[in-house]
RNA sequence: GCGCGGUUAGCUCAGAGGUAGAGCACUUCCUUGACACGGAAGGGGUCGCAGGUUCAAGUCCUGCAUCGCGCACCA
């Protein structure tokens, strides 16, 4: 034992403790460490972009996550936390050509694509590391021996197999389709990755003559826009506009610039406005030099009210125009390149110009030639590519799509908590997987036992919980309405997609090149109708394979796909003539095989079943992640787990909340309101930083972060480190043992406030809530403990019996190595460093507290034979209670008669019963008075103020100093609150249908109510007199 | 449009049928031998609104208001 400074300095100790724990291995898993005894519990790290830097939302995240992981080591379980990164293809490539322009002033195109991956490589190990370096100052006690990246050789091969195996299996094909285009990173993105948005513009509405239009009824308006009859919104009709004999109809559209790409308008069949013109034809008035005659079709999609009931139909540019084109055949005109300006094909006016540009000049251009009628303001959504944050391009291409696999397990395993059945699961997880913990047996102490307590909303058995639950009804929809997912990606970083690809161009081209094996059974597909792919060994290698395919696109010529794994098929795909695709996978591609994949999954059933970390941790117990990814990420990987581990994930999922400042705004760069956490472990600690977004971090709400919160967290630190050092300067034999005889009621009080405590810290594990245990933790220790235990300690420390002082100092040793244990999780460093300087790891045997706190027992709530040992009975508590209820109205006083805080002053007590002299001991002490006279004929002079208790009645006998008048007046006050509480509990039980209907329970404690207030009346009254 | 969440003390949030809670902020007093990153004592709320169920409603039900978030092909 050393002596520690009067302020706790986290610095040092942190330091100090994490590299302790990384050479001494204490976060490495081991799996063949697992048993029944020992149960395995694994959480997989949501991986961090590389060119991450840690923000609150990783603190929040991450400390979860620690603390789930060092609670299990308390436990006894064998606790395996991986971390890893991920390759974060767009937001990588983006960062390394920026460097790229900015350094040497080049583009990649420069580079070509083999040297510029190497310049990403490079960057990748010198900036890689730098959010992991970042999670080990939070304290992370991740397994840093199985640190994974995306990219890793072993990883990249599980991609690859999942690509070929789902190639295989038809579930992956080619197709040519509209697909979400972003014109600045130029690649395809998924539906996921587009955010819609709320976009300012303008609705222009100009006319295109019909050519060949019908004879126009005499009785027909001449007028395309009228208003609805005497409506105050006026609202306008449309339809077709008859003007010197001609037939114009009238379009609005937010996006003129893609007029040169229309190929029809369109009309609903029902729309009587237009059906006699459905067949006919109208001139396209853009681009001016080829003003194209395109027809006007009839497509249930028009919806009639919108504008003026016409559409202009432009498939390469829209979804919806694209799905009307194919139900009518209509050609599809490219008119934007893809960098977002506008093509040849645009014409001379728009071509070469920025969309947005050109929207203006198509614009000019329609008013020029007379076509625009008028331009109104208008917000419409608009789609944005969520990493560029520009409107997406909806563009035709040819793209690499997954048809989802394992949906339907997907969709079973999350339990929906609804109202009733569920909720039944909610009890005892009895049978869950979680409850292995119970069959732990662990020797030593009843006390030191861990924890087994499972209780809470866990997934029953082959079942997953989502924490909190509502969010599975989000899971749920999206799941049950999935589209196939875009997953090739137009970037040089990332994993090269595994398919190669011969175009036919002639009737027998192939069949001449290839064997005749291949030709004969391998199977023809479309993007519409997928079939299983055909497996052949080019090479004739055992074990190398390639999976065949003929494709047909929409519109476009046969083609063959070939997908394989072995370098050695590859070598003979090219000597055949087949090219690579040059495009990667999506990077969630990737991390939706995180769980599994990272433990040396290779896709060999044989293999696997043999994997010691497979068997060990996989599924994992817990996955921590933010909602925002619940589709990018969860969903998938719960596919993904049954698609290739035949089992789930993860059990339960936990959603944190998303960070904000505040005022409520989200964390942003360009808003500066995002703190550098760094800065914040810098100041105040990391142990204070973790502590206080734990504390303002509720279950399934978002979170206002306020730097006040982790001063609070320092502040509590602080207040631990004086308790200690208060317990270390009072010296004394360390953990001696108690002697129940001679536990007094503030002894035995504090035991069972610590029972309490642990109670509700488990209840609240079991639940997730986090802050719920925080709240716990700061009341038990700062409210309980220290305000009231502490100082009442002091009466046996200035006391003059060595006997006693012994037992206080073994009961604060008792209660402290219990307190330092459940505030690990949540504060490692300091409790570490005090679990040491107070003695605590000394007598322990190695692997249960003494090399370390991370692997003491976790407490466990006293049993019956341990409060009948110590005589914890609730008398106990009583006692205590009526005595702190006794001082706070004795301290009262100071301030009703301001009196100093630091005069000493005399208290008179006449007691109720018999009261033991250290228990008067205590009260003097907390009272701060001079001498507390203790007389069962105790006759205050008149006027004196006092206070009545269980214990009898305190006087504050200060002759001279007390102003009568102010004292009946408090006196008055009070009895004004009293009677309105009597007022209150008396209607009650007057009433004849609460007395007859209330449980008895409730109805007695109203009568105690009542009598307790009766009491207090009649005590205050006497008082009152008293001074008259 | 559909779905989900919030609305409780000045602020941030707990509480989910039986006497309205915490932290911060505020007021007064206190550098007393763990801690001023501290101690003591206080003040402060008709729990968004309106109905309903109940002996009893922040708490359950129905509607409404309001803020926020998802999802959705209205040009």
Not at 390 to 416: D, G, T
Not at 550 to 561: E, S, T, V
């Amino acid at each position: 034992m050393s002596e520690i400074p009067k302020a706790y300095e986290p610095q040092s100790v942190e330091e100090k403790w994490y590299q302790f724990w990384c050479e001494e291995g204490c976060f490495t898993a081991d799996p063949a460490r697992v048993n029944e005894q020992r149960p395995g519990y694994s959480i997989v790290i949501p991986p961090p972009n590389v060119t991450g830097m840690l923000h609150l939302g990783h603190v929040l995240n991450n400390t979860i996550q620690d603390i789930l992981s060092r609670k299990a080591r308390m436990d006894g379980r064998e606790v395996l936390w991986l971390p890893g990164t991920d390759h974060a293809g767009i937001a990588t490539q983006v960062q390394v050509e920026k460097a790229l322009k900015r350094e040497e002033k080049k583009t990649k195109y420069d580079l070509g694509r083999e040297e510029f991956l190497k310049r990403v490589w490079a960057w990748k190990e010198k900036h890689g590391g730098i959010i992991i370096q970042q999670l080990k100052k939070l304290g992370c006690s991740c397994d840093w021996t199985r640190e994974r990246f995306t990219m890793d050789e072993d990883y990249s091969r599980c991609v690859q197999k999942v690509f070929v195996d789902l190639y295989k299996k038809g579930l992956i094909y080619r197709g040519k389709r509209m697909v979400n285009w972003c014109p600045v990173s130029q690649t395809a993105l998924s539906d996921e990755e587009v955010e819609m948005k709320p976009q300012k513009g303008f609705l222009w509405y100009f006319r295109v003559e019909v050519a060949d239009a019908p004879e126009a009824p005499a009785t027909e308006s001449s007028a395309g826009e009228g208003t609805e009859s005497d409506g105050k919104d006026e609202k306008p009709t449309y339809g077709p506009i008859v003007e010197n004999g001609k037939t114009y109809l009238l379009i609005a559209t937010t996006r003129p610039e893609t007029i040169p790409g229309d190929t029809a308008v369109a009309v609903n069949p029902k729309d009587p406005r237009y059906t006699h013109l459905v067949g006919k034809h109208v001139i396209r008035p853009l681009p001016v030099e080829n003003q194209a005659r395109i027809p006007i079709v009839a497509d249930e999609h028009i919806d009639i009210e919108f504008g003026t009931g016409v559409l202009k139909v432009t498939p390469a540019h829209d979804k919806a125009d694209f799905d009307i084109g194919q139900r009518h055949q209509l050609p599809a005109v490219d008119v934007l390149n893809p960098d977002g300006t506008m093509s040849e094909l645009a014409g001379a006016d728009l071509k070469g110009l920025d969309r947005f540009e050109a929207r203006k000049v198509a614009a000019a251009k329609l008013t020029e030639i007379g076509a625009l009628v008028k331009e109104e303001r208008y917000e419409n959504n608009v789609g944005f590519s969520q990493r560029a944050d520009v409107p997406i391009e909806p563009r035709l291409s040819e793209q690499w799509f997954l048809k989802y696999p394992s949906v339907k397990e997907a969709l079973a395993c999350v339990e929906q908590a609804e109202e009733g059945s569920a909720r039944g699961s909610r009890a005892d997880s009895g049978g869950s997987p979680e409850s292995s913990s119970q069959v732990l047996k662990l020797e030593g102490d009843v006390l030191d036992a861990p924890s087994n307590t499972a209780r809470g909303p866990r997934a029953l058995p082959g079942k997953m919980r989502f924490h909190p639950d509502r969010w599975a009804k989000v899971y749920d929809h999206w799941l049950s309405n999935i589209q196939d997912w875009c997953i090739s990606r137009q970037l040089w970083w990332g994993h090269r997609i595994p398919a190669w690809t011969q175009p036919v161009t002639g009737p027998t081209q192939w069949v001449r090149a290839l064997p005749q094996a291949v030709e004969e059974n391998t199977p023809w597909t479309t993007d519409l109708q997928s079939s299983r792919g055909f497996d052949y060994s080019l090479s004739g290698v055992p074990g190398h394979t390639t999976v065949f395919q003929r494709y047909r696109l929409h519109g476009g010529g046969p083609g063959i796909y070939a997908a394989t794994l072995s370098s050695v098929e590859e070598a003979k795909l090219a000597e055949y003539g087949f090219t690579q695709d040059p495009d990667v996978l999506d990077t969630w591609f990737s991390s939706w095989l995180w769980p599994f994949a990272t433990m040396g999954w290779t896709g060999d059933p044989a293999v696997d079943a043999e994997n010691p970390m497979l068997k060990a941790f996989y599924p994992t117990s817990d996955l921590v992640t933010g909602p925002d990814i619940i589709f990018f990420w969860v969903a998938r990987m719960i596919m993904a787990g049954y698609e290739w581990m035949g089992d789930l994930p993860f059990r339960n999922v936990y959603f944190t909340g998303i960070i904000r400042d505040k005022q409520g705004r989200k964390m942003s760069k360009t808003l500066g309101n995002s703190p550098d956490p760094l800065d914040l472990i810098a100041k105040y600690g990391a142990d204070a930083l973790r502590f206080g977004v734990m504390r303002s971090a509720p279950l399934g709400q978002d979170v206002l972060f306020d730097e006040k919160d982790v001063e609070l967290g320092r502040n509590f630190c602080n207040k631990l480190w004086n308790a200690c050092r208060f317990r270390q300067m009072q010296g004394g034999e360390v953990e001696g043992e108690i002697n129940p005889a001679l536990l007094g009621s503030d002894d035995k009080w504090i035991l069972l406030r610590l029972d309490q405590a642990i109670c509700e810290i488990d209840e609240a594990f079991a639940d997730y809530k986090f802050n719920e245990v925080t709240a716990t933790l700061y009341r038990f220790f700062w409210s309980e403990f220290c305000d009231w235990y502490l100082e009442a300690a002091k009466a046996a420390f200035q006391g003059e019996d060595p006997a006693r002082k012994a037992n206080v100092l073994a009961v604060i040793d008792f209660v402290l190595g219990h307190m330092l244990r459940v505030f690990h999780p949540f504060l490692p460093f300091i409790t570490e460093e005090l679990w040491h300087d107070l003695g605590y790891a000394e007598d322990l045997p190695e692997d249960q507290g003494g090399k370390t706190i991370m692997v003491a027992h976790w407490p466990k709530p006293f049993d019956n034979d341990v409060k009948a040992h110590y005589g914890l009975e609730p008398t106990a508590e009583q006692l205590a209670n009526a005595k702190y209820d006794l001082v706070t109205k004795g301290r009262n006083f100071r301030r009703e008669f301001n009196i100093p805080a630091n005069k000493k002053i005399a208290f008179a007590l006449r007691p109720a019963g018999q009261l033991e002299s250290h228990e008067a001991d205590v009260i003097r002490l907390l009272l701060n008075a001079e001498t507390l006279e203790v007389n069962p004929a105790y006759v205050p002079p008149k006027g004196t103020p006092s206070a009545h208790s269980p214990l009898g009645e305190l006087y504050l006998p200060l002759e001279g100093l007390i102003d009568a008048e102010a004292e009946k007046a408090r006196l008055t006050k009070e009895l004004a609150k009293v009677e309105v509480e009597i007022q209150k509990v008396e209607q009650k039980l007057g009433n004849e249908n609460f007395t007859a209907r209330a449980p008895a329970h409730v109805l007695a404690e109203h009568r105690q109510r009542l009598a307790d207030w009766q009491a207090r009346q009649e005590q205050i009254r006497a008082a009152v007199d008293c001074l008259s």
